[in-house]
């Protein structure tokens, strides 16, 4: 025997006169007082746990949410500065490697040898440098020339000061 006696408000509408016409039109259907009070007991405390549930699901988001956003900002950051400058760097080595093949032929591996090291031999040259202050930064030119009365550049260790 189902009838309004077996149902209690279900309270999808919060307002005032939505709550009392439901209530009153559950006691008039011949629903009992203390099955009210059961439900909204009971009501009470599922919202009471629904709330802590949401205050501990709010409290780890807050620490969840800046990691999660960290790790999607790191991995970003790798695809822009080490994954989309190696796929320049392959686009260039095919391009080179077919221009190589179609100008020297069978030829081709010999002089992609001697552009690597010669590259390697570039990149030694320019770190087996000495580092001061008194080189120009002006190509073929140098070390700074030595002007009387104008001091170029500065005195460095285990040079003579006159």
Request: no cysteine.
């Amino acid at each position: 025997m189902s009838g309004a006696a077996d149902e209690l408000p279900s309270g999808d509408d919060p307002s005032a006169n939505s709550v009392l016409t439901g209530t009153i039109s559950f006691l008039n259907g011949g629903g009992s007082l203390g099955t009210l009070l059961q439900g909204a007991i009971f009501g009470t405390l599922v919202s009471f746990a629904t709330g802590g549930v949401n205050l501990i699901q709010s409290a780890f988001g807050l620490v969840i949410a800046p990691l999660d956003a960290l790790a999607s900002s790191v991995t970003q950051f790798v695809d822009s500065a080490i994954l989309a400058p190696l796929g320049i760097i392959e686009t260039t080595a095919e391009a080179s490697a077919t221009a190589t093949a179609s100008q020297f032929g069978p030829f081709a591996i010999l002089v992609g040898v001697v552009l690597v090291l010669g590259a390697f031999w570039m990149i030694t040259q320019f770190l087996e440098q000495s580092e001061t202050s008194d080189t120009l930064p002006i190509p073929g030119l140098g070390d700074a020339p030595d002007i009387p009365g104008l001091p170029l550049g500065v005195t460095e260790e285990n040079e003579d000061e006159d």
